[in-house]
């Protein structure tokens, strides 16, 4: 089952919550940020290494490539 991760304001129900399907949820109150998993560690480290070695995409570029692929293009 995927994690949500939601921020409640004491009051309204998030969106989170109403896009759930039917059925019974364990919900509980996080203290920190939870620990990354060894495959988003092991990204993270690659692309510090790719930028400190001068390899990399310029802001801008990958910028444009994240709304492309957000809406299909």
């Known amino acids: 089952m995927e ?3 939601i921020d409640w ?3 309204n129900l998030p969106a989170q919550l109403k896009e759930l399907p ?3 949820y ?3 109150a996080l203290e920190s940020v939870l ?3 060894a495959e988003e560690d092991e990204g993270l480290r690659a692309a510090l290494d790719e930028m400190e070695a001068g390899v990399g ?3 801008d ?3 444009r490539e ?3 692929d957000s809406t299909g293009q």
């Open 3 to 5: 994690v949500k991760v």
């Open 9 to 11: 304001d004491g009051t």
């Open 22 to 24: 039917p059925g019974r």
């Open 26 to 28: 364990a919900v509980e």
């Open 35 to 37: 620990p990354l998993t």
């Open 57 to 59: 995409v310029d802001v």
């Open 61 to 63: 570029d990958f910028i």
């Open 66 to 68: 994240l709304r492309a």
